[in-house]
């Protein structure tokens, strides 16, 4: 998500809502920059005013036709329902989404952040200073979102005219992740001290590396665990729910219990399906 002339728009649409009210806040902007979401307050949260008018305009609208078209009480009490689900819908997805996108961010640098600082430190060894390291770094791709924090910090130092130490506290502010925080301030105490900067990546990279270990000997474990659960759930329970079902559907005369098998077939399984999906989507197990 990014600045566009339809958010510009928005912008201009309700700013005098934005000055009347005396709306600025310095705290959202932060959380703006920490989901990425190069967008400024105002912004960003006209773009989902007008969002929400739009979704309901629409909704309404459609509904109403719908009203027209076929009216009977289901219809009206449908379009009264709807015509307020999907605005309210929009508007928690659209709030919710910059802590939301900021946490995941988060996440991502910390699980580079020990590649990350292998490469830093190999980099140091050689020599080379600080801000030379972040230019090398934002170059590389493999790493992610930490090579978009340290796009930050190299624009602000060849760009900006910065010095590093001073972007280097700028990305402190607005880096999502607390282990990047603490690695980052770690170097800037360093610098500020004197001392060599190469001690402290090595010992960075040994706690990193050991840390990410364990972690990943703990997502394993949990992957194993869900795909029991899986086998058992969704593949071992329904088979032989099914077997019994159709036994008991050969035997009765209602045939019942040949209506469970579609239930199970085109609402359970589906479901459960979908509950894994968003299990793994989630993150949790997650293995890389």
Do not use: W
């Amino acid at each position: 998500m990014k600045s566009t002339n339809y958010t510009r728009f928005c912008r201009r649409t309700f700013s005098k809502i934005f000055q009347r009210f005396n709306i600025s806040e310095t705290t959202k902007n932060k959380l703006l920059e920490k989901a990425d979401i190069p967008m400024v307050y105002q912004e960003y949260y006209s773009m989902v005013l007008m969002n929400l008018i739009i979704g309901y305009v629409t909704s309404f609208v459609s509904l109403l036709i719908l009203y027209l078209i076929v009216p009977h009480p289901i219809t009206a009490m449908l379009m009264l329902i709807v015509s307020c689900v999907i605005p309210i819908s929009i508007g928690l997805y659209y709030i919710s989404l910059p802590a939301s996108k900021a946490k995941s961010r988060g996440k991502k640098i910390d699980r580079f952040l020990p590649y990350a600082a292998n490469f830093i430190n190999t980099m140091s060894v050689a020599g080379i200073s600080p801000s030379e390291i972040f230019e090398a770094l934002s170059k590389v791709e493999l790493y992610g979102e930490i090579q978009k924090e340290a796009k930050k910090i190299t624009t602000e130092i060849n760009m900006m005219g910065v010095d590093t130490v001073t972007a280097m506290q700028n990305a402190i502010k607005i880096s999502p992740s607390t282990k990047f925080k603490e690695f980052i301030q770690g170097i800037l105490s360093t610098i500020q001290s004197g001392s060599e900067l190469g001690p402290y990546f090595e010992r960075c990279v040994e706690r990193y590396m050991a840390t990410d270990l364990v972690d990943r000997k703990r997502n394993l474990e949990s992957l194993a665990i869900m795909a029991e659960a899986f086998v058992v759930t969704v593949i071992a329970f329904p088979l032989f729910l099914t077997i019994i079902i159709s036994i008991m559907g050969l035997t009765s005369s209602t045939g019942i219990a040949f209506d469970f098998l579609y239930i199970i077939a085109l609402l359970v399984l589906p479901m459960a399906y979908f509950g894994f999906y968003v299990l793994m989507s989630s993150g949790m197990g997650e293995a890389v």
